[in-house]
């Protein structure tokens, strides 16, 4: 089944033939960090380990290092230690350059022994560059392909697993057709540890979009399925019958409640540039 997902914010990506939900490059990255590596530091054996293995270890001297990355893709460059420094020389005012094919280029960031204490963790959105706070704000949308206007939104947050635990920098998408809240099923918030986390509720997002254009939207089979107020009018029932009251203690539509107090809140205060409150807390 063919389908063209479209960006509504962010970088357009290039994805798989066969798969619209797989992304393999994009044309425009950032360049976050540039750094160095060198024989005798902690971790540089096996640093350079995946270089051993596809036979590229060939410079005893030690690597220079740029890390891109995208919204949704990242790769990680190694190059000699002269050029990374000749490019942070050119780059003062922001605007250098750097040859690619003297080195070798990989996609994604290394992890591992080594890598997970040579990398910081790294936000799309960072207050250095104007974002509200590091690792609060838009990442990217796309346009819903079945509910016109709808979008499926992928965002940097501050949110709480647990009201007793301290608050962390999460992402996660959110839906506006269904406006299912992802804390409630499973494995679709991330602890916002780098362009990996980001990475993969991208590609959720997109495979949201892609099951509600293959099973339609409120479908079981599909991802996207409105839930139509029915847990609100529950909750706004037995409260009424408890208190006596013939008010409602919450909204009763799944729009309305959204975006007074789910996801939709959130989205709405970081496009006005206001930093929201802890998620949960």
């Not at 960072?126 to 965002?155: C, K, M, N, Q, S």
């Not at 991208?202 to 099951?211: E, K, V």
């Not at 009251?245 to 496009?271: F, H, M, Q, W």
Request: hydrophobic share 30%; charged share 20%; proline share 6%.
């Amino acid at each position: 089944m063919s389908i063209t997902i479209r960006n509504t914010y962010g970088t357009p990506h290039n994805v798989s033939d066969t798969n619209p939900t797989h992304v393999t490059s994009c044309d425009r990255y950032r360049l976050p960090l540039v750094g160095t590596i060198l024989p005798g530091s902690a971790g540089y054996e096996d640093m350079v380990e995946m270089l051993k293995d596809d036979g590229h270890d060939t410079r005893p001297d030690g690597y220079g290092l740029i890390f891109l990355e995208s919204e949704e893709f990242s790769a990680t460059y190694f190059g000699s230690i002269e050029q990374i420094e000749q490019y942070k020389r050119d780059n003062a005012d922001g605007t250098a350059t750097f040859d690619p094919q003297q080195g070798v280029m990989y996609a994604q960031w290394p992890h591992g022994k080594g890598w997970d204490e040579f990398l910081p963790r790294v936000f799309w959105n960072v207050a250095a560059r104007g974002a509200i706070a590091d690792g609060v704000g838009l990442v990217t949308a796309f346009a819903h392909t079945e509910v016109p206007g709808a979008e499926v939104i992928v965002y940097e947050f501050e949110g709480k697993w647990l009201a007793d635990k301290p608050p962390v920098q999460m992402v996660t998408y959110h839906c506006t057709a269904c406006h299912q809240d992802t804390f409630y099923d499973g494995g679709h918030v991330h602890e916002n540890t780098g362009p990996q986390s980001r990475r993969w509720a991208a590609r959720q997002a997109r495979q949201h979009i892609l099951s509600a254009h293959r099973h339609g939207v409120g479908n079981q089979n599909s991802a996207c399925r409105p839930n139509d107020g029915e847990m609100l009018r529950v909750v706004n029932e037995v409260a009424r019958q408890m208190h006596g009251t013939t008010g409602n203690v919450l909204p009763d539509t799944e729009d309305a409640y959204c975006a007074t107090k789910g996801p939709c809140s959130l989205i709405r205060e970081l496009r006005a540039g206001v930093r929201p409150p802890v998620y949960r807390a």
